[in-house]
T-cell receptor, first 115, second 116 residues
Framework: DTAVSQTPKYLVTQMGNDKSIKCEQN?????MYWYKQDSKKFLKIMFS???????INETVPNRFSPKSPDKAHLNLHINSLELGDSAVYFC??????????????FGPGTRLTVL | AQKITQTQPGMFVQEKEAVTLDCTYD???????LFWYKQPSSGEMIFLIY??????QNATEGRYSLNFQKARKSANLVISASQLGDSAMYFC?????????????FGRGTQLTVWP
């Protein structure tokens, strides 16, 4: 029943490791996003995909690489993790309809802690 | 310049009272959308209400209404008859261009506490 799901919910890892976060939506949406929420709760977009094509790529270190194998999935791979990567990462999805501005549905978030 | 400004880091309201959470935005695009999201302590982001820049009337969704003042570039959220479950962080957000494909810019949030 979950609309937008993310795994894992918690991720604790050492500096320098590589990790992935997976996101799946069953809403039939065609646009998916990754956001980072820092310790002060500020939410900032990182990437956006529409129909598996990258359309937004904010100023994010190239250690972060998104991958969208199909419209329902958007994964985030992070290489060489740093302390500053500790945050909550949210996946979101929405439906693109020309002439309409639809809301985004968010996943539950993945709390990443880098030690 | 910040796209979205929420000047109230924290607000307190008594149960059953109404409360207004402030939001101002900055854009030169004539087409944009304004959103409010709620984030309870459990962490999920819940969509509350949307207002398009061309909408003539203020948006309403149950106990939530959006006080849209275009000339002032403000989009305040009004919660009527507050409930204890309304205690949460509230985020105002804006997307320019009127399309789902645009960037969604968030404010820094207002922590609302409802007391009995």
């Amino acid at each position: 029943d979950t609309a937008v799901s993310q795994t894992p919910k918690y991720l604790v890892t050492q500096m320098g490791n590589d990790k992935s976060i997976k996101c799946e939506q069953n809403l039939g949406h065609d646009t998916m996003y990754w956001y980072k929420q820092d310790s002060k709760k500020f939410l900032k977009i990182m990437f956006s995909y529409n129909n598996k094509e990258l359309i937004i790529n904010e100023t994010v270190p190239n250690r972060f690489s998104p991958k969208s194998p199909d419209k329902a999935h958007l994964n985030l791979h992070i290489n060489s993790l740093e302390l500053g990567d500790s945050a909550v990462y949210f996946c979101a999805s929405s439906l693109y309809q020309p002439g309409r501005d639809n809301e985004q549905f968010f996943g539950p978030g993945t709390r990443l802690t880098v030690l | 310049a910040q796209k979205i400004t929420q000047t109230q880091p924290g607000m307190f309201v008594q149960e059953k009272e109404a409360v207004t959470l402030d939001c101002t935005y900055d854009t030169s695009d004539p087409s944009y959308g304004l959103f409010w999201y709620k984030q309870p302590s459990s962490g999920e982001m819940i969509f509350l209400i949307y207002q398009g820049s061309y909408d003539q009337q203020n948006a309403t969704e149950g106990r939530y209404s959006l006080n849209f003042q275009k000339a002032r570039k403000s989009a305040n959220l009004v919660i009527s008859a507050s409930q204890l479950g309304d205690s949460a962080m509230y985020f105002c957000a804006m997307r320019e261009g009127g399309s789902t494909l645009g960037r969604l810019y968030f404010g820094r949030g207002t922590q609302l506490t409802v007391w009995p």
